[in-house]
Every structure is written in C-alpha cells, then in structure tokens.
C-alpha cells in the first residue's frame, strides 16, 4: 500500500525554513518552491539529454537547497551571541511566509514556542538558563 502523501510531499503544503535570534525573526524562506523550481531544472535537464540538445546548467535539487540552508547555518554558528534558532516548518498551502513574518510581529515568543513544537529542529544556540547576577 504506498502513502500518497510520500510519492509528492509538496502538494498541499509549503515548506518553510524559519530563522530567528533573540532580537526577532531574521528570514523565512520558502524552500517548497526553490523544490519545485529545481525539479523543474532537473526534468529538463532530463528532456535535453533526451533530444541531444546542448548541456545547459541546471541545478539539482541538493543544490538548491545546500545553497540556501548552509549560509544560514554559518550566519548562526559565527555570530553565537544572538542565540540564533533554525527550524523547518510545513503548513498548510494557504499559510505564506508573509503570514509567519506576521506571526513574528505580532507575537514573538508565540510564534517561536509554535514552531518549536511543529517544526524541525536543524539548528539551535538558544541559552536554557536564566542569568545569574552575583
């Protein structure tokens, strides 16, 4: 029996990855459509090869997605002093990332405990202890 909601993972939803730091959200990127927009490359890429056309330059799905997610996890790790928090997020299709920008403004801390509880977690400096003054 296969799981129609394995064989396209997109359809139906967006992917999100959240980024924020103790002074506010950062970014929100829209990684379901760079998806999309990499499988895209790579069918044709595919139909190229096919009719003997030239070879183009497309980007791999990997790729794609490599080229977002590791300037993020640098941009964290080089400045520890923000305690900067990295999730993934997947909603439903009528949420945009203008929606969680708007999530961020209105609430912050509400926001953040939301997507901790259903995202991913792929990178956190987020400091458990309170401070103790001596």
């Not at 999100?16 to 970014?27: D, N, Q, R």
């Not at 790790?77 to 993934?88: C, H, K, L, W």
């Not at 403004?105 to 405990?113: G, M, T, V």
């Given at each position: 029996?296969k799981?129609?909601?394995?064989?396209?993972?997109l359809k139906?939803?967006?992917y999100?990855?959240?980024?924020?730091?103790?002074?506010?959200?950062?970014?929100v990127?829209?990684?379901?459509?760079?998806?999309?927009?990499?499988?895209?490359?790579?069918a044709?890429?595919?139909?190229d090869?096919l009719s003997?056309?030239?070879?183009?330059?497309?980007?791999?799905?990997?790729?794609?997605?490599?080229?977002?997610?590791?300037?993020?996890?640098?941009?964290?790790?080089?400045?520890?002093?923000?305690?900067?928090?990295?999730?993934?997020?997947?909603?439903?299709?009528?949420?945009?990332?203008d929606d969680l920008?708007?999530?961020?403004?209105?609430?912050?801390?509400?926001?953040?405990?939301?997507?901790?509880?259903?995202?991913?977690?792929m990178?956190?400096?987020?400091?458990?202890?309170?401070?103790?003054?001596?």
């Open positions: 029996m799981n129609k909601d394995l064989d396209r993972p139906g939803y967006n999100y990855i959240v980024m924020w730091h103790m002074y506010g959200l950062e970014s990127v829209d990684i379901g459509k760079i998806y999309k927009d990499a499988e895209a490359q790579e044709q890429a595919v139909w090869i003997s056309k030239p070879k183009q330059r497309h980007t791999s799905i990997p790729t794609a997605l490599g080229g977002i997610i590791t300037p993020l996890l640098m941009r964290a790790r080089y400045n520890g002093q923000r305690q900067y928090e990295i999730y993934s997020v997947r909603t439903k299709s009528d949420i945009t990332s920008a708007q999530m961020f403004d209105a609430d912050p801390q509400s926001a953040a405990e939301s997507i901790r509880r259903l995202g991913v977690k990178f956190s400096d987020r400091t458990m202890k309170k401070p103790v003054i001596s």
